[in-house]
Each structure stands twice: as structure tokens, then as C-alpha cells.
């Protein structure tokens, strides 16, 4: 038995004994029909050596330090029990054919539920902790608002497995920072920190006292890499202020020309700040009001070169490929200057007045766009107002712009119920064709005149008789916006519809379906909304 091994005696007993003969010293003790008895002996023998040979283990790893206190209330169990299934991603049967059928998508409700439960502060369930930072890692998405619920003792799980190490690299909710008044706490994670755990405690600091957290920036700032620089720099939209124009006014000279047109950016996002008076300087030398024909106009004069200060305070001086230099160059100008500058550049006049004068030589759109860009840069209200003009005008000859990203970026600087107002009068217009990415940037849940014109716009497409597949998009918004209380008015929607002549074959029977998913997606958010607060809710949950 001395050169013989568990392996060997492991591989003869899985092919047998024979097609794998054991070694000659064990079929010296029982040969021929034996061989299967003496393999057996001897794997019996081995197996009392290998477990009289173990080795001590090693001593135990100390355990962890205790899970922190939560002093949040805890959910209610029929909260609880939703979040496990929300986790779950369980709903009903799927539909045949790869048709998503009637039942609510619930990883589409998940982030609604976070965003619920933060807002009533409740504590995530313990047993749920897991599942919860599961998702956050499969989702970035869902990551803010599932650490703000899983709280520190989630923070004190991600520590335990290497799978959810995102919960510790700087995620709102999901680091532990030093308090900003700790120096020496601050300045050791700001020296050996991840760099997402650096932006969360530079915001954090900000937020506690602005001049410090420039301080703090300026301390590492000339060793820090271009791409960090500029990351850096681009934390500082939120909660940007006059305190850090000292900041980026030195960082109009930093070696990175994209550093260089993000601090511009900044700057002229304050438009009391000396890059904002040096372009307002500029630009009133490109564009005036033009009096000598019977009605006033403007004019305009495009930069015909880019100079030295030109480039330092951000004008990119090389335009993008079809593009005109001195369009180029005037647009920067315009959208870098303070929009106050206009009215009185212009004779005293309202920004629906400027809006609505003529352009001379074909600049209009130039002109128009640029003012855009302002406006959603400065938050100017007014001159977003003017640039967006009427929902009911077409795009294509709208005072601002016809491109629907900008205006919904334009849209987005107007209070929440004008935004929906504006919105919903467009849909009225112009149907639901165009106003996908205006329907982005409303508050939810929708404002009752806002979910009407979608649902009434959905009502015209399905009587159309087309297939609801081209207004999937906005079906799936609609079942994560409208208001849940108005499942009840839309029942009647659910039934399937006489087809008009010359409809698409089966199409009512697919806006039944749609329609059906939708209401029971609001009762699910009526659901959902009612546990959070311990109250129930009758029908289907």
C-alpha cells in the first residue's frame, strides 16, 4: 500500500475494476474475482490514513463587528412582502408568442418603490438586504435609491462580499464619509481614497462649507490627471455658485483644453462673473438691432477671427466638420453671454419680443440656437419660455428650435406644472408622434390635464385602427406616470374595439391587451403606494 493512491483507487472503482486494474499490491491480497472485495479494503484502509493524517485546521477568522443600529421604522409587512416579490421580478404568466400580455412589468416598478420608501423613511428588512444589493449591482439605475434604503447596515454587508464593493465606492447613500468638519478624516480620504469615494466626499464637504471643499481641491489639483480634472470639474454643476469663480477662473489655464471649455462652461453658467461680462462684451460687438427699414431687425456680424482670450475663456477655435468657423465661433459667444445682456442690446425689449424679430443674412437658427443653449445653461425661465413658444406652433417653425432634445432641455427649466401644461398642449397638436422625449422630463406622477391628453392621444391611435406597437414607448412611460388614481376612468379602455375598415389585422385585440397591462399597472402602483403607509387597498394586487 505504499505507492498506491486515492486517486488511483478512485479511478478503478469509477471505470471498474476491469477495464482499470487496481495496482499489483492490492491484487496481491485478493486476486482475479477478488479484485473488486481488495479495492474496497483497500480505499478502507486509505481512507482511515487520510482522515488520521488531517492536519489541524487553521483557527477560526475573527468575526465581523456587529450590523449598526437602523433606527428607521421598519416596513409594514405587506410592504415587505411587495418588496420581496418586486425583487423577485415575479408577475404574472408570460403571454404566448413573446407578447408581454396583461401583467404589470415589476422591474419596471422597482425604482418607483425605492424612491416611496425613502420617502416615508422606512428601514430595508434585514433578510431582504441581499436581494437588495443584488439588483443595485445588476442596475445601475436602481443603485442611489437602494443603498439610501438598504442604509448602513447594508454598507455594513457590501463589506462582507467582494460582489457588492459598488456600495463602497462613493454612490449617494452607499459611503461612508467623514464628517466635513473631521480635517483629519477629510484629508486622508481625499489622499487614498477610490476616486468616486474623492467626488462624494468633495461634494459632501461643498455642501458644508463651498470655500473649504475649493481649498481642498486646490490642494492636489496640478497632480491630479487630465480625466480627473475634468471629472472634478463637472461635479461641481450641482450646487455650483459665485464661490468657486475663483477656482475656475484659474482653471481657464490648465493645460487640458477640455478642462479648459468645461470651467467656461461653468463660468458662464454665473452670469455676473468676469468670463460672463467678457463674453457679453464680445458678443454685443456681433449682434445689434438694425433700425434703417421699416421694421427693426437684427443684424450680425460673426467673429472673424479667434484670438488668444477668445481660447482661453473657451471658444473652441476649430468647428466641428461642416461646420462654418465664424458660425462656430458666434454661436459660443452667444450662448456664453448673459442672457440680461439682450433686452437692453436690443431696445429694451421682452425675450418673446427678440424671439420674434427677423434675422438678417440667414443667421436666425445660428442665433436662436445658441440663446437656447443659454437659457437651459442660466435656468432663465423667461427666455426658455420665449425660445419654446406655443405648443401649438409646428416645431419646424417655432420661434426656438425644432430639435425635441432641445426642447425638452428647454422644457426642463420651466416649473413643474407649466412643463405639463406646455406638454400637454403639444400632444393635443401635434399627437403623440414627437413627444416621447417630452414626456421624459414631466414630474411624476403626471398632472391630471397631462396623463388626459396621452390617453386621449392613445384613444385616437387605437380607433385609427394601427398596431400600439409604434406607442410602446410612451404605453411604458404612461404605466410608470400617470397618476394610479385614474385606473377606474380607464376600464372602459380595456374592452376590444370593432375594427374599422382598412384597420391592421388583430389590432384591437393588442390595444385591449396594452390597455388592460396599463390599468392593472396603476392599481399595482395604488397597491404599493397604500402598504407603505400600513393602509390597504380593495381589488386585484
Known amino acids: 500500500m505504499t505507492t498506491t493512491t486515492w486517486e488511483d483507487l478512485v479511478t478503478s472503482a469509477l471505470l471498474g475494476t476491469d477495464r482499470r486494474a487496481p495496482a499489483p499490491e492490492v491484487l496481491a491480497r485478493a486476486p482475479g474475482k477478488d479484485a473488486p472485495a481488495a479495492l474496497l479494503d483497500a480505499a478502507a484502509v486509505h481512507t482511515v490514513r487520510r482522515r488520521a493524517g488531517l492536519l489541524p485546521a487553521p483557527p477560526a477568522s475573527p468575526l465581523p463587528e456587529p450590523a449598526p443600529d437602523d433606527e428607521r421604522p421598519p416596513l409594514p409587512e405587506a410592504a415587505r412582502l411587495r418588496l420581496g416579490q418586486l425583487l423577485a421580478g415575479r408577475s404574472g404568466a408570460p403571454a404566448a408568442g413573446g407578447r408581454r400580455g396583461t401583467a404589470p412589468d415589476l422591474t419596471e416598478l422597482l425604482p418607483q418603490w425605492l424612491a416611496a420608501a425613502n420617502a416615508h423613511g422606512h428601514r430595508a428588512p434585514a433578510s431582504l438586504l441581499p436581494a437588495l444589493l443584488d439588483a443595485g449591482r445588476a442596475r445601475t439605475d436602481l ?17 462582507l462580499n467582494p460582489d457588492w464593493r459598488f456600495a463602497l465606492r462613493g454612490a449617494p447613500g452607499g459611503t461612508s464619509l467623514p464628517d466635513p468638519t473631521d480635517r483629519d478624516g477629510v484629508r486622508r480620504l481625499w489622499e487614498e481614497g477610490l476616486f468616486a469615494e474623492r467626488v462624494a466626499l468633495l461634494g459632501a464637504v461643498r455642501e458644508h462649507d463651498a470655500a473649504a471643499a475649493a481649498t481642498l481641491l486646490a490642494s492636489t489639483w496640478s497632480t491630479e490627471r487630465a480625466e480627473d480634472r475634468l471629472m472634478f470639474l463637472d461635479s461641481l454643476r450641482t450646487g455650483l455658485t459665485y464661490a468657486d469663480e475663483p477656482f475656475l477662473e484659474e482653471a481657464l489655464s490648465d493645460r487640458s483644453r477640455n478642462v479648459r471649455s468645461t470651467a ?73 453671454a448673459p442672457l440680461a445682456l439682450w433686452p437692453s442690446r436690443l431696445g429694451g425689449r421682452t425675450p418673446e419680443e427678440i424671439v420674434a424679430l427677423p434675422v438678417a443674412d440667414g443667421w436666425r437658427d445660428e442665433l436662436h440656437a445658441a440663446w437656447c443653449r443659454a437659457a437651459v445653461r442660466q435656468q432663465d425661465a423667461a427666455w426658455a419660455r420665449a425660445l419654446l413658444g406655443p405648443p401649438t406652433t409646428p416645431p419646424a417653425t417655432g420661434p426656438g428650435t425644432s430639435s425635441l432634445a432641445e426642447r425638452s432641455k428647454l422644457l426642463s427649466v420651466l416649473p413643474d406644472g407649466e412643463r405639463a401644461a406646455w406638454v400637454a398642449g403639444f400632444i393635443a397638436a401635434h399627437g403623440l408622434s414627437e413627444a416621447f422625449q417630452l414626456l421624459g422630463v414631466c414630474a411624476v406622477p403626471w398632472t391630471e390635464p397631462l396623463g388626459r391628453a396621452v390617453v386621449d392621444a392613445l384613444d385616437i391611435a387605437r380607433d385609427a385602427g394601427s398596431y400600439p406597437w409604434s406607442f410602446s414607448g410612451v404605453m411604458g412611460l404612461a404605466e410608470r406616470c400617470l397618476d394610479p388614481g385614474q385606473a377606474d376612468r380607464l376600464e372602459v379602455l380595456t374592452a376590444v374595439p370593432d375594427e374599422p375598415e382598412g384597420a391592421s389585422p388583430g389590432a384591437g385585440g393588442y390595444w385591449s391587451e396594452a390597455f388592460q397591462r396599463l390599468v392593472a399597472t396603476l392599481r399595482l402602483r395604488a397597491a404599493m403606494l397604500a402598504e407603505l403607509t400600513g393602509a390597504s387597498t380593495p381589488g386585484p394586487r
Open 264 to 336: 467656461a462652461e461653468l463660468l458662464s453658467a454665473l452670469p455676473r462673473s468676469a468670463l460672463a461680462r467678457r463674453m457679453a462684451d464680445r458678443a454685443s460687438t456681433c449682434v445689434g438691432l438694425d433700425r434703417t427699414g421699416g421694421a427693426a431687425s437684427i443684424t450680425v456680424e460673426a467673429p472673424h477671427e479667434c484670438d488668444a482670450g477668445m481660447q482661453r475663456d473657451g471658444v473652441l477655435p476649430d468647428p466641428p466638420s461642416g461646420r462654418g468657423q465664424r458660425s462656430w465661433w458666434l454661436g459660443q459667444l452667444a450662448e456664453s
Open 143 to 159: 443603485r442611489p435609491a437602494a443603498l439610501t434604503f438598504a442604509g448602513p447596515r447594508g454598507l455594513w454587508l457590501a463589506r
